[in-house]
């Protein structure tokens, strides 16, 4: 038998109708050939060895650091108890054990394949694996990926490398900083994530942004020529300034000689835009229509259900030709019939193939339109079919052609620059802007010709003061903090951010922190943790770790430093606890002082930043046995140390050659 493993039960029976798999039973559909299940998405995390329920009671070492990572089945909603495993994780494993295939036909996203790839390992599976991409969820489409699906399974292994190492290193960062915060202010007080902390403070520096802003004023003057034609023509300087400098009003005044420098005229040519993502799709209904980026998702996912649209993912490509002449019989005539379309396109529209629009592999593409018209749909649907309909007639459009010419004179030392615009093709913009007109003509003047200065006057400018973040720009910004294959994971960080109540969003789409987001912000800012670089560089270390660039030990060095870095920024924060007793001097750097808080000793002077875990082999140690570690160089005998064999021993604490804490046995 075949194991096709699907999204949801929803796709699960939309599958079985195209396969004509009639028998249902719990938990699968199924004919002679196939068994259809599904999955709920996360059912398979990671976890480490020895991280039973109580763990977070009982261990208080810093930073957890495993050297491998188990998968466990995840907490689930549909169990009957909160740490039993779903019962759809039996069913599937009592399929696949029946089974030499297994057609995975998860989301064709990244997550999609991760979670893929941990079920099969979990579930031990060692059969052939194929892995298809259900771009969209017609019959004709079902039939032929599952029936005459692509062995594109080398690439699927080689992208899920990748998503392991990512998963991996936002487990381990986020496992340490929440066990930091949890141990300095109480647990579940401020959870966070890697990826979201700074999203955080974009809001935050927006509002300070918006509070500390006073508003600047600049002057960029202008004069006035007269053509041959005696026509006239106004041009602004290349210089902005805050005050006219000095000198300029006697240069360049009425009457004043002119020379034409240069005239230069070149065509513009903007290609039609891709497909809309996913991506695309959240920043469009935020700016047209004020929807939230989640509810976005959520009624673009319905409707790729309901058959109305390809799969809201992250790929922009284009169409193969197949496709496209499908789409030019079957719903282009239905948009022709729409209102809200035919106004868009016009007398004189047509589809064309054009090279945006073009792929030539059947592969995940942008969203498309499946089938038309409006019917039975809500109208915050309708809005998205909409965005989505204007996208693909975009796409399937020319280019936007012009010859744009710049003049430039010159007139006491100053330049002027006047720019003219000739519009030769619409072309795709007409969609978006049905205003646009050529500006009028170029001047008729020639290089090295004499002008003189008519008029002049200026341009008063004020910089404004900015806005709130809104829906569009909160996602924009938060978008461009990661490299263009890692973002899929951004509108759930805005999530993260809202239910956790650090982030509020008003009824305009206006961002903004609530208390408890200040206090958070308040406590991160300038940490390691909340850096907006880091994001790229992480982004970035994992492909190139995936793909062998790195070598895996580095990578996991550099991780490993990292997560103690942030992880020790954290502990030893005076903002989340207050560092007591007397300091001592550091015996590393010997001029900072080594101020002890509840988890962590560390070197106040910045450059240095020695700092010392007081959880070694299972003791802590007392701020007193500190004290004597650090002014003579040992502590007395202490009892309850853990070796490596298990066994409790008597040692003493001294310091190595790197100045971090070993324990000498005592004999007895
Ligand atoms: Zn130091």
């Not at 002890?596 to 450059?607: Q, R, S, T, V, Y």
């Amino acid at each position: 038998m075949i194991t096709v493993i699907a999204q949801s039960a929803r796709i699960a029976r939309t599958i079985s109708y195209a396969l004509g798999a009639d028998f249902e039973y719990n938990g699968y559909y199924a004919n002679e050939k196939y068994f259809i299940t599904w999955t709920y998405g996360h059912m398979v995390e990671l976890s480490a060895p020895g991280m039973g329920r109580d763990f977070w009671l009982s261990n208080q070492s810093f930073p957890i650091l495993p050297e491998s990572f188990p998968l466990t089945h995840a907490p689930s909603q549909h169990a009957s108890g909160r740490y039993m495993p779903d019962p759809q994780l039996a069913v599937i494993k009592h399929l696949l054990e029946k089974s030499r295939k297994v057609i995975l036909a998860t989301d064709p996203t990244e997550r999609g394949d991760l979670m893929a790839g941990y079920l099969l390992r979990f579930l031990n599976f060692e059969g052939k694996v194929v892995r298809v991409a259900l771009n969209d969820l017609m019959h004709e489409t079902i039939k032929n990926a599952i029936t005459y699906p692509s062995d594109n399974i080398s690439g699927f292994a080689d992208n899920l490398r990748q998503l392991e190492l990512y998963d991996r290193m936002d487990w381990l960062t986020n496992l340490n900083i929440n066990r930091a915060i949890a141990f300095s202010v109480g647990r579940n007080t401020y959870p966070v994530s890697r990826t979201s902390l700074p999203i955080l403070h974009l809001v935050a520096e927006r509002e300070k942004a918006i509070k500390e802003f006073s508003p600047k004023k600049s002057v960029i003057p202008t004069i006035t020529v007269r053509d041959s034609d005696g026509g006239v023509f106004s041009f602004r300087c290349s210089d902005e300034w805050d005050d006219i400098p000095e000198g300029f009003n006697e240069a360049v005044k009425a009457g004043a000689p002119v020379e034409v420098v240069s005239i230069e005229t070149e065509q513009v040519d903007t290609k039609s835009p891709k497909l809309l993502n996913i991506e695309e799709l959240q920043k469009m209904a935020a700016l047209h229509f004020g929807m939230d980026p989640l509810e976005t998702y959520l009624i673009a996912r319905g409707l790729y259900e309901k058959k109305r649209i390809s799969f809201p993912g992250s790929s922009r490509a284009g169409l193969i030709r197949r496709d496209f002449d499908d789409f030019k019989k079957d719903v282009y005539p239905a948009m022709c019939n729409a209102k809200c379309f035919k106004s868009l396109m016009g007398d004189n529209y047509s589809p064309y193939y054009t090279t945006s629009a073009k792929s030539l592999y059947n592969r995940p593409h942008g969203i498309v339109l499946t089938a038309f018209p409006f019917v039975g749909l809500s109208d915050d649907e309708r809005k998205i079919i909409y965005l989505v309909g204007r996208g693909m007639l975009a796409t399937f459009q020319r280019s936007f052609r012009r010859n744009v010419t710049k003049v430039t004179l010159a007139c006491g030392g100053y330049t002027f620059i006047a720019k003219y615009v000739k519009v030769v093709r619409t072309g795709w913009v007409r969609l978006f802007d049905d205003t646009i007109k050529s500006s009028r003509a170029v001047p008729n003047v020639e290089i090295g010709q004499s002008l003189t200065v008519e008029s002049v006057g200026e341009i008063g400018r004020t910089t404004k003061q900015p806005v709130p973040m809104v829906d569009f720009t909160l996602l924009k910004t938060a978008l461009s903090l990661h490299e263009p294959d890692c973002r899929e994971n951004v509108v759930k960080d805005i999530r993260y951010l809202r239910s956790r109540g650090y982030l509020h969003r008003n009824l305009a789409g206006e961002y903004s922190l609530t208390e408890k987001g200040q206090s958070l912000a308040y406590v991160t800012r300038d940490m390691k943790i909340a850096s907006a670089d880091d994001i790229k560089f992480w982004d970035s270390a994992v492909y190139q770790a995936a793909t062998d660039q790195l070598p895996e030990s580095v990578f996991n060095d550099i991780l490993h430093k990292y997560v103690t870095d942030v992880t020790n920024e954290l502990l030893a924060s005076h903002k989340l606890s207050k560092p007591m007793g007397v300091e001592e001097v550091c015996p590393k750097c010997g001029h900072g002082k080594m101020r002890i808080f509840g988890k962590i000793a560390k070197c106040n002077n910045p450059e240095c930043g020695h700092y010392i875990h007081r959880q070694i082999q299972g003791v802590t140690l007392s701020s007193r046995e500190i004290h004597n570690l650090l002014s003579i160089g040992s502590t007395s005998t202490i009892r309850g140390f853990i070796g490596a064999d298990g066994k409790p021993f008597a040692g003493k604490v001294t310091l190595d050659d790197n100045h971090s804490p070993i324990v000498i046995q005592v004999s007895k």
